[in-house]
């Protein structure tokens, strides 16, 4: 079981506290290494410590409750569980799968841990809007048809790439990626709806093009910052939130390291009913997911012709990630491709 915490914990630990005051980053890091120890009621005292600086992380809060766990104190655990669901700890799964919470999963508090988990999903999903509110739009440069990377050399050089350099990218970039993710490549007049506007770079099942796709801009030349909605009909940016939301996205992905150099990120979500209503279960388990490989290995493929590094991140906190791009309700977040200049 001790192995178990560290293994989870750890990781996590050290990409969340390290954008934190250095006085509560070096405490914590000192309480961490007392975990991987198995010396708990040391690394408490620096917790307890760190705590009293004013900060605090729901992962910090989280190892504390898992302590007082192993020190056989199951109300301190509840307590620091409770802060640190209140603090944006919302993983059901982890909460009821984790085999060093399983003392206090039999317990009486339990249910009070969970009930709060729920009230904190639900205020959080009243907040995302049920319609997408219009922007200002953004004509995006004309994407080219032609480049000097082959098709063949894309594949040979693509590498997952989460370090990138301080030059920015050029409204021209992602112009070519987002075209190369998902843009029209053949408009289709008087077609179905669903179709909205025509046949794109990726293939879809049945045509039904379930994805949408924001581009959170973080250092773009000749574009503000800010959390724009890709719209591949026009091939346009509408702008849904100004300002730098980095800290905003990289907090709903663990602070995960690739965020700390990119100068944007592309972020997928999927109306998944624009699938089902066709395929029904079948649409929601493989076909949108296929979809969304098709698109994202477009990406990969572009951003390597460009001298641009990507990686696909699958962790997040999915409500986080929502309420950053400000999606709306119908939508699920799937994916995260941050973007930077090759090192």
Not at 88 to 103: F, I, T
């Amino acid at each position: 079981m001790r192995m178990r915490a560290t293994l989870l914990i750890i990781p996590f630990l050290v990409i969340a506290s390290a954008s934190l005051a250095q006085g509560y980053d070096a405490l914590v890091r000192q309480a961490e290494s007392k975990i991987a120890a198995g010396s708990w009621e040391e690394a408490l005292a620096l917790y307890e410590k760190a705590f009293e600086t004013g900060e605090f992380s729901y992962v910090d809060y989280y190892n504390a409750a898992i302590a007082y766990v192993h020190l056989d104190k199951p109300d301190m655990g509840y307590s620091y569980l409770l802060k640190a669901v209140r603090a944006g700890l919302l993983d059901r799964d982890r909460l009821e799968q984790d085999p060093d919470l399983e003392a206090l999963r039999t317990g009486g508090q339990w249910q009070s841990v969970m009930d709060s988990v729920q009230r904190e999903l639900e205020a959080l999903e009243k907040r995302c809007p049920e319609t997408r509110v219009a922007g200002p739009l953004i004509d995006l440069p004309a994407p080219r048809l032609e480049g000097a990377v082959s098709v063949e050399e894309a594949l040979h050089g693509r590498r997952s790439i989460r370090s990138y350099s301080a030059e920015p990218l050029t409204l021209a970039d992602v112009s070519q990626l987002l075209w190369a993710a998902y843009g029209i490549t053949k408009t289709l007049e008087g077609a179905p709806s669903f179709i909205r506007g025509g046949f794109r770079t990726a293939p879809s099942a049945g045509a039904r093009f379930p994805l949408e796709l924001y581009l959170a801009a973080f250092d773009v030349r000749d574009l503000p910052a800010g959390i724009y909605v890709y719209q591949s009909e026009n091939h346009k940016l509408m702008l849904i939130a100004e300002g730098d939301k980095r800290s905003e996205v990289s907090e709903s992905a663990f602070n995960q390291d690739h965020f700390r150099t990119a100068s944007a990120a592309i972020i997928y979500s999927a109306i998944y009913e624009r699938t089902t209503v066709k395929y029904g279960r079948r649409g929601r388990e493989r076909y949108v997911c296929m979809d969304l490989g098709h698109s994202a290995e477009n990406v990969y493929l572009q951003a390597q012709t460009l001298g641009i590094g990507t990686c696909a991140i699958g962790a997040f906190t999915d409500l986080w990630l929502r309420k950053a791009c400000r999606m709306t309700r119908s939508e699920e977040p799937i994916y995260i491709m941050p973007l930077g200049r090759m090192e």
